[in-house]
């Protein structure tokens, strides 16, 4: 005799949607904590950078004229970082904003797994 289909239980069912729906939630969430706390730290280095580089440049009218090289690289190198920086920063922006619009597809699609 051939015995009759079983389904899983309802707890069981449960279990596995929290762990699959979860897991996608949890990962976007950490993805959006680790992008925000990159961004951060990378503004206060740029703010930094740019902070050294004003100093470097001086507060005289004609300072640029009577610089050093050793300066002028210095400066040059301090430009270059906050370039660098302020392009990070944006791609952080970019992606940052990216995550948070699936943080809210996910609490539109799937409100009952949201905690």
């Given at each position: 005799m051939k015995r009759p289909f079983q389904f899983r239980s309802t707890e069981r069912d449960a279990?596995?949607?929290q762990e699959r729906?979860?897991?996608?939630?949890?990962?976007?969430n950490t993805a959006v904590g680790l992008a925000q706390k990159?961004?951060?730290?990378?503004c206060v280095?740029?703010?930094e950078?740019?902070?050294?580089?004003?100093?470097?440049a001086g507060t005289g009218d004609d300072e640029y004229l009577t610089r050093e090289s050793k300066?002028?690289?210095t400066l040059a190198e301090y430009e270059k970082q906050m370039r660098v920086g302020e392009?990070?920063?944006?791609?952080?922006d970019h992606q940052i904003a990216s995550l948070a619009a699936l943080q809210?597809?996910?609490?539109?699609c799937f409100p009952e797994f949201m905690k």
């Open positions: 279990q596995t949607d729906i979860g897991s996608i939630v949890q990962a976007i990159e961004r951060d730290a990378l280095r740029v703010k950078a740019r902070d050294l580089a004003s100093f470097a300066d002028k690289s392009k990070r920063i944006r791609e952080l809210e597809l996910s609490k539109r």
